[in-house]
Structure formats: structure tokens, C-alpha cells
């Protein structure tokens, strides 16, 4: 490519309206739409069945409070009131309930949050329909070809999900995929942030490097290392320093990225690579004490995943598993069919012969099924049968 065919590549690329929607603590919000009378309270999402609210004789609800709980949950969202504590997703119940034992928690309810998830992608579509689904409570969106204004098509955005499903988002709009994720996450909840690439050294270089997708907590840890804590400082790093700790293709990146640099296009099909179940156990179980526990257990997770297999309409080669020990040592197998499958009894077939491979000597702390190497199931063809002979029983 010449000089012109560059310059007008990246003139184009600098023309983009790429918006980053991101629904506001949207597991909480849809509890918050069931129970609005705990809005303004800390409220957890993390727990089980029995941690439903009870319905007392005056018809008020009684809601379980943090300080009772005892066990080995893990938070997946909280609200903001709850967020001030310094609760966040991924932390034990345990943990949380000694930073704000008087919050409320709650159980998951995944089918209420797929079908929240539908309803607000849908109305989306009808105004901007370049969309790529990245989550259940996040999507890219290609604004670049529409007429209207950026801040009104994003607050026509806005309002057409409150409309429809009584939740807020926040927008994050700008030239690429990379700073509209930033964006989005500056102004929550129920913001619109307006990016361009001569915002960088203002808005972008202060902020600390993790707030970069694709920059971890391993990858955090190596660069403060070096003395890089914000993007700026990575911004200003010699590339060769970079490449000696980072490699190649990763240091070329963080280059790239640190200056505002991304190609990245709105994937409308993208196709998912794998889809999995996996479960945190409330205590640490013995494959052999526990074998009846944890066959229930494993059991359920091949026909949830087959049962989102054919919800969504794919078909999978690559059975894996995933265990993770009381020592926090977490160890993967998969195993490849000779043929795809969605069926629940070929899945759990497949995962026990991944289970054979590891010794099971400790107790686990987690379990998950992941199914991968994925088709629709439109191109599907006879196949027969997905796994030829029996295959040994473990759990």
C-alpha cells in the first residue's frame, strides 16, 4: 500500500462511528425491575434457590441479608450502592457479606437475563442494525452509515431501551471499537461519551493501561514492572523494551492500542467459538466421597450446554472439560468426536473420557463443560453416531 492508499485508509477508519453499548449492572437491574423496592440499596447477585425473597402474610418480601449467608458463592454482579463498598463480580460471598453484610443478595436468574438481552438487542436493530453481539449485556454498534447526529442517535438508543425493557445502558461513541469500549465506561451509569482521536492525550492517556480491553491482570502486573501504570507511560515506552518482555505480535499491539490505534470492523456474523457451563461448588468436593454429588452436577452441565447448543443452533466436535482443585490449580482436557453433536448423552461421553486423563486425587472447587469446534446445525449432514463404543464411566 502507498502513502495515498494509506492516508486514505486511515481518513476513512478516523470517519467511523463505532458505538460500545454496555447495559448498567444489567444482572442487578433486571433483579431491580422484579424488586423495585431495594432500589438505592446494596444488592448482591450471587446466590441459590433458597436465597429467594419469602412473601410474608402482609404480602411484604423478606430478603435474605449478606451477614447469614456461609458458603463458597461467588458474586456476579452487584449494584452501584453495593460497587461503593468495594464489592465487584468475581469476589466471594463470603468476602462481600464482611464489606456490607447488610446488603440483599439474590439468586442468578440466567433465563431472565437472556431473555432482557433479546428484547434490548431487538430494539436496537430497529434503528441501527450493523450490530455485533459481544455479551449478554454489551454490543458493538456500526453508526457510521446513518444520517442523524452521533449524541442523538445514541440518546435515541438510550431511550428506546428504557422504552421497551426499563433499563438504562451507558454509550461510549468514537472512531474505532477499542476507545467506544473505553467510552462507554467513563460516564456510568446511563451515559453517552463522544470520542475522537484528538481526545487521546487528554481523555485517554491519564487512564490506567488495564482500562484497555485486551490488557489483563498478568499482562498489568509485567508493564507496572516496568514502570508503565497508564496508558500514557505506554504510550511513551520504547517499542524494543516492550517487544523483550511482550514478544512480537503483543508489544506491536500495546503500541498500536496506547496511541488509539484499532481496525478492528463490526463483526454483524460472528460466530461463537466454543460455548461451556461450569460451576463453583459451595464447598470443596471429593471425587470419590462426592462421586453421587458431583455426577448430578456433571450431568446437569452437559445438558445445559446441550440445551444451549440447540438453543442457539450449533452443533460441536470439541468436548472439554474443567476442573479446578482445592489447591486453586486448575487443569483443562478436551476430546474431539468423530463427528459434531449437540446431544447431551455423546457430550457427557465425551467429558468422561477427558475425565480419565487427570488424576483425580484432590477435592474440586469447580467444574465446567465446554463444547467447541462449533457448525450450525443448518449444515449438519448424517453424520451417525458422534462416539462409536461406550466409553469408561468416572463421576
Not at 28 to 45: F, T
Not at 314 to 334: A, H, P, S
Not at 351 to 365: D, Q, V, Y
Request: aromatic residues 6%; contains cysteine; hydrophobic residues 40%.
Amino acid at each position: 500500500m502507498n502513502n495515498l492508499e494509506y492516508n486514505a485508509t486511515q481518513q476513512s477508519l478516523a470517519q467511523r462511528r463505532i458505538a460500545h453499548l454496555d447495559m448498567d449492572a444489567f444482572y442487578a437491574s433486571v433483579e431491580l425491575l422484579r424488586y423495585p423496592e431495594l432500589r438505592g440499596q446494596p444488592v448482591v447477585i450471587g446466590g441459590r434457590s433458597e436465597h429467594q425473597p419469602i412473601v410474608q402474610a402482609d404480602g411484604r418480601r423478606q430478603f435474605y441479608r449478606l451477614r447469614n449467608y456461609a458458603g463458597r458463592g461467588v458474586i456476579t454482579t452487584a449494584t452501584y450502592e453495593a460497587r461503593a463498598f468495594g464489592v465487584s463480580s468475581g469476589m466471594g460471598v463470603m468476602k462481600a457479606a464482611q464489606l456490607v453484610p447488610d446488603a440483599v443478595l439474590l439468586p442468578v436468574d440466567f433465563d431472565a437475563y437472556r431473555r432482557y438481552s433479546r428484547q434490548f438487542k431487538a430494539i436496537v436493530a430497529t434503528i441501527a442494525p450493523q450490530i455485533e453481539n459481544t455479551g449478554i449485556d454489551e454490543i458493538y454498534i456500526d453508526l457510521s452509515s446513518l444520517p442523524d447526529e452521533t449524541v442523538v442517535l445514541a440518546q435515541r438508543i438510550k431511550q428506546a431501551i428504557r422504552d421497551t425493557t426499563g433499563l438504562t445502558c451507558s454509550v461510549g461513541v468514537a472512531p474505532n471499537k477499542l476507545l467506544a469500549k473505553i467510552g462507554s465506561d467513563l460516564n456510568k451509569p446511563d451515559g453517552v461519551t463522544i470520542l475522537d482521536m484528538s481526545d487521546i492525550p487528554i481523555r485517554i492517556w491519564p487512564l490506567p493501561v488495564q482500562k484497555i480491553n485486551g490488557i489483563g491482570p498478568k499482562a498489568t502486573k509485567k508493564l507496572a514492572a516496568l514502570g508503565i501504570q497508564t496508558i500514557a507511560e505506554l504510550a511513551r515506552a520504547d517499542p524494543g523494551l516492550l517487544q523483550l518482555h511482550f514478544g512480537r505480535s503483543y508489544a506491536a499491539w500495546l503500541c498500536d492500542v496506547s496511541h488509539g490505534i484499532d481496525q478492528r470492523p463490526v463483526e454483524t456474523c460472528s460466530e461463537p467459538k466454543s460455548i461451556s457451563r461450569e460451576t463453583t461448588f459451595e464447598r470443596d468436593l471429593h471425587p470419590r466421597l462426592d462421586r453421587t454429588v458431583l455426577s448430578e452436577i456433571f450431568t446437569t452441565l452437559c445438558e445445559q450446554v446441550a440445551a444451549d447448543l440447540q438453543r442457539k443452533g450449533y452443533i460441536g466436535r470439541t468436548i472439554g472439560v474443567k476442573l479446578r482443585f482445592e489447591d486453586f490449580r486448575t487443569v483443562t482436557r478436551d476430546f474431539t468426536l468423530t463427528a459434531h453433536t449437540a446431544n447431551a448423552i455423546q457430550i457427557r461421553r465425551a467429558a468422561r473420557e477427558c475425565l480419565r486423563r487427570i488424576p483425580l486425587t484432590k477435592k474440586l472447587r469447580l467444574l465446567g463443560v465446554r463444547v467447541s469446534s462449533l457448525l450450525p446445525a443448518s449444515a449438519a449432514v448424517d453424520q451417525g453416531h458422534a462416539i462409536q463404543q461406550e466409553l469408561p464411566l468416572f463421576f
